[in-house]
């Protein structure tokens, strides 16, 4: 297991310039450790619609990569994506921050809590390059070679539920992030 | 009349990018043409509120998609188009098709499709237009224009 932090702080070492979209927990731990343009903290969201938007934006910057800061409980409400991202093949790296709690809400279980092997599920959806990291130690070992190379790549990380969090506020107001990322995109 | 090789032909003069779709078994006609070589990339998705992500991501990145699914799939859908339109606040297309609208006309279905596709559009202060056998691939690219022109979502229905 791993913090929600420390997981993010080995992502900021290995994010170079690609666009870095976050849900949830992530967004605000993202926020304390990077603030650029092509940071997109997906609040308001629609929940489990970060990997749809993620890969529309490597489908229109296939030059730039894209990476998605994805929750369990998120990830559980659009399964399909993962087919779509296997069909539609593009530089697009997909972190499942998997601690088996909706955590803003209180850290009710999500289904199949403990159980769910999400890059087993990656796999059988036809995402080749799938990996899943149950430590800090083997996530610093294996994150350059996942975070590189062609994508699409699905990573599950073994993350620790906290309890007691609260509904994360985006960094920027939305109108804002959207005018700092196509400026940075354009 | 809408048919296929039109339709991509209308699309393409308006500069549209990518079609991010999840056909019925009217819109899906269109599926030869939009997949040839004069047509134009098809993103296949697998539900409808995915394919809305999927579009806003494009749109966010600087592509022209449109979206082309069901009624049945703008009822699903909802959350996704609430929170692109109203909350990212982009200029989303949809091309819906209206299941039984004609039969619905006629009084001779009891689907309950053609009773709530523009109520919803409405609730979700999308503007949009309906298409029925009368018109044309270029009625289509009018409101898509509009819609681009005035940097606001729209939507057109197809009567099927």
């Known amino acids: 297991m791993m913090t929600h932090r420390q997981a993010l702080e080995v992502l ?19 926020a304390e450790l990077s603030d650029s343009p092509l940071d997109f903290a997906y609040i308001p969201s629609a929940m489990g619609h970060a990997p749809a938007l993620g890969l529309g934006l490597a489908l229109a910057q296939p030059g730039r990569g894209v990476i998605v800061v994805n929750g369990d409980g998120c990830m559980l409400m659009s399964l399909g994506n ?14 499942i921050m998997d601690n088996g709690l909706y955590e ?5 279980s999500v289904a199949g809590a403990n159980r769910t092997d999400f890059a087993g599920i990656a796999r059988a959806a036809g995402i080749a390059r799938c990996y899943c990291f149950r430590t800090l130690a083997e996530w610093r070992a294996g994150a350059a070679e996942a975070l590189h190379g062609a994508g699409p790549v699905a990573i599950n990380l073994k993350v620790e539920g906290r309890l007691g969090q609260q509904t ?19 | 009349m809408l048919d296929g090789p039109s339709v991509v032909a209308a699309l393409k003069e308006c500069g549209v990018t990518h079609v991010v779709w ?10 030869p043409a939009l ?7 098809l993103i296949r998705a697998c539900r409808e509120g995915e394919a809305i992500g999927i579009a806003a991501g494009l749109l966010l990145g600087g592509k022209r998609p449109i979206v082309v699914v069901q009624c049945t799939g703008l009822f699903e859908a909802g959350d996704a188009l609430r929170n692109v339109v109203h909350d990212l606040k982009l200029p989303l297309f949809l091309v819906i098709g209206i299941r039984s609208y004609y039969l619905h ?8 499709c053609p009773v709530f596709t523009e109520p919803i559009l409405r609730a979700w202060q999308v503007a949009y237009v309906v298409l029925d056998r009368g018109h044309t691939a270029a009625d289509l690219a009018v409101v898509y224009r509009q819609a681009q022109a005035e940097k606001r979502p729209g939507a057109v229905l197809i009567a099927e």
């Open chain 2, 35 to 41: 997949a040839g070589p004069a047509g134009l990339p």
């Open chain 1, 12 to 30: 900021a070492a290995h994010r170079g310039d690609r666009i870095v979209v976050t849900t949830m927990t992530a967004i605000g731990v993202w």
């Open chain 2, 105 to 112: 006309q006629q009084g001779k279905t009891t689907d309950s």
């Open chain 1, 168 to 186: 994360p506020k985006a960094p920027h107001p939305m109108p804002e992030q959207v005018a700092r990322l196509q400026g940075a995109l354009s």
């Open chain 2, 22 to 31: 999840l056909p019925d078994s009217e819109l899906g006609k269109w599926e």
């Open chain 1, 82 to 95: 993962l087919v779509t991202l296997a069909a539609h093949p593009a530089n697009i790296y997909l972190l």
């Open chain 1, 104 to 108: 803003v809400t209180g850290g009710q």
